[in-house]
């Protein structure tokens, strides 16, 4: 199949140098600073997507329970996958991956695991029988050149971020593991001790001019290629130089102290981002239970007098019952009164012209009396008057 790479012409090759010699770069950066970085990450734990410059790399981290290496029976295993879409460069051939991504893959590879960045002890269940398998996806979204450290960057942020299932070991033997729910148990984080950071050199000429972070049309006419692992305490994690020109060590030394810069700086980025994912999750994962403010009425207070002369005041809650409510009572006239009072004695008269003599024979009339309720005209009236009247209704 034909190259679709694209080729610079001499022209092009010409002005790259020419501008190079004069501590100039096509896109306007100064030889030794890095594009624009961006990390965003997605909604589940362990994705992330980096933008450096027009390179955009996504990375997605996933774990399993399988069975060590009879060698190492209480460690756990990491491995990096990378995918290269003709989608992101019409270079890349769909199905065998190429140089470049194996290239890739064992680059970050070794960052990562001969640099002892993630604790992989951490990750044994039962030894000898089951530990948890890490595998991280890269897959390149856009080649503008510098896949390594665009890509490094993209798992790294997609391990801080990764969770695995709490699990717990029982049983009548003690071998039987039980991985629990998200939902009952929260996730446990990767234990990761250190951030190895890439950073990436191009050699131009003799090997005299050297640049960092080299972009697609860079990587085109670079005469050679070097790639440090650096972590933020100036550890030198791997160091990767896959042909090309000489360099000389004092150029190489040059390029580990820069190195060293850079990387606590990707470090420091990494880091501040990770904090504000994990905040933004919490805030999101918190219940929040709505406040019932109750509405202020315009009531007036209604005071009220305590047998002990004392004064309290209480503000009803409903405007109806404070509207139904009156400190001082209707007056009502005399002739009224008297006529209420005279209706009221002729009822109760009735009421007792109505109930039955219930007498026992041989009662006297004074026990009778005793018995049958009296009303209120008949105990005003004289004794002799309420005989008569008894007498006469018999």
Known sequence: MMDQRWRPTVNEREFIEQ?????????GRRPFDFRKLKIAFGREDGSAEVELGE???????????VQPYKDRPNEGTLAIFTEFSPMADPAFEPGRPG???????????RGLRESRAVDMESLCVVAGKHVWSVRVDLHILDNGGNLIDAANIAALAALCTFRRPECTVGGDDGQQVTVHDPEVRDPLPLAIHHLPIAVTFAYFGDGNIMVLDPTYKEEAVMGGRMTATINSNGDVCSIQ?????GVMSSVIMQCL????????????????????Y??????????????????????????MESNDGALESQTSKTPNDAQGISKDPPAIPNDKRHEDAKSRLSESNLDVESMPNSGIAGESDEAKESVSPKSLKDAVKPKHKRKKKQHGKS
């Open 278 to 303: 994990t905040t933004e999750k919490a805030v999101r994962k918190v219940k929040r239970t709505p406040v019932l403010v109750a509405k202020k009425n315009d009531v007036p207070d209604v005071t």
């Open 257 to 276: 102290r820069i190195a060293s810069v850079k990387a606590a700086d990707i470090t420091s980025k990494i880091k501040s981002k990770v904090d504000e």
């Open 19 to 27: 501008a190079l010699q004069s501590d100039l770069r096509v896109d």
């Open 55 to 65: 390179t955009r790399v996504m990375g997605y981290v996933t774990a399993q329970l």
């Open 99 to 109: 140089e470049a991504a194996i290239e890739l893959g064992r680059v970050i590879d």
């Open 241 to 245: 130089k896959a042909g090309g020109e």
